[in-house]
């Protein structure tokens, strides 16, 4: 899992974000998620997310985990800061606890150190240039786009993974 998030993390995102940042931890996940689902990165990857049915939609709790690691390790910042809405923070607090979780309305936005840096050059040297160039793809196809917007392709072409959500009703426009 820390080498999937270092790859999307450093992969190019084209204009619409900086290379080496996604804002939100849920975007990450999510990403994670379809970068296993709609790419080839599976193949390369020594374990899978093992993603689950949860409140708000596909859950792996590897993914928070591997955060927490490369966090320690030094090669990723983890910041919160405001956000206009709550999307983010709600699934953070379902899965920390709320005393753990960052204050309302706050996200977590992850960015590589220069350690991280140097460690997603490295591994770029070592994966088949097809699963870098999966990783960029992604990026690009999904850059730019607002949580919700992501939370809805998700939702609409997993539906396995929607089983148990609470909020599907509203992601769907379902009544």
Do not use: C
């Not at 080498?3 to 996940?29: K, M, N, W, Y």
């Not at 709609?38 to 949860?54: L, S």
């Amino acid at each position: 899992m820390d080498d999937a998030i270092v790859l999307l993390l450093g992969s190019d995102p084209g204009r619409s974000e900086r290379r080496g940042e996604i804002r939100g931890v849920t975007r990450l996940e999510k990403l994670v998620f379809l970068l296993e689902q709609e790419t080839d990165a599976a193949n390369a990857m020594t374990e899978t997310a093992e993603y689950r049915a949860h409140h708000y939609g596909p859950f792996s709790q590897k993914v928070y985990q591997a955060l927490e690691v490369l966090r320690a390790a030094g090669l990723i910042q983890d910041s919160a800061q405001a956000s206009a809405t709550n999307e983010d923070q709600s699934e953070y607090a379902r899965v920390a606890g709320n005393d753990a979780a960052p204050a309302p309305y706050s996200t977590r936005d992850f960015r590589l150190t220069e350690d991280g840096r140097n460690y997603y050059r490295a591994l770029v040297a070592e994966l088949p240039l097809g699963v870098v160039e999966s990783a960029e793809h992604l990026r690009k196809q999904f850059a730019g786009w607002p949580l919700r917007r992501l939370i809805r392709y998700v939702y609409e072409r997993y539906d396995e993974f929607t089983t148990n959500s609470r909020i599907r009703g509203d992601i769907l426009n379902e009544g």
